[in-house]
């Protein structure tokens, strides 16, 4: 809650590398309802992503409608696909079974056609 209170009084916070730092911030943003924190947050957490870390990443930002971060999740487990895959990776197998969403939106972004490039965010080509 410090940070949080520090950054609505106008310091400027260092984020630093932790993405679990940065992700713990944006949920006592969100709590707190500190939309321009939660923002910087997403943000930040956009540039952290890892393979290990993308589907927590992404469950946060389905549990708290934080659609630009949840996009992002998405074109990132696409491009880095080999190291996300769910035998690779437990944190995305174990989410999929948890939350279908998660599992679907990923399926239904990898399908070849135009919901593949809706998905992630792009237009058509005929667009």
């Known amino acids: 809650i410090r940070r949080t209170m520090e950054f609505v009084y106008g310091e400027t916070l260092d984020f630093g590398e932790d993405i679990r730092d940065c992700m713990e911030l944006l949920h006592c943003a969100a709590y ?3 939309q321009p924190l939660m923002r910087a947050c997403g943000r930040r957490a956009e540039g952290l992503l890892s393979s290990e ?4 990443v992404w469950e946060a ?20 696909y080999d190291a996300c895959r769910p035998e690779k990776e437990p944190t995305i197998k174990e989410t999929m ?4 969403a998660f599992f679907d939106v990923i399926l239904s972004a990898l399908a070849p056609g135009q919901g593949a490039a809706t998905k992630l965010g792009k237009k058509s080509v005929d667009s």
């Open 32 to 34: 707190l309802q500190v």
């Open 61 to 80: 930002a389905h549990t708290l409608e934080l659609d630009r971060l949840k996009s992002r999740c998405l074109r990132f487990i696409i491009e880095n």
């Open 53 to 56: 870390v993308v589907a927590e």
């Open 97 to 100: 079974k948890r939350i279908p």
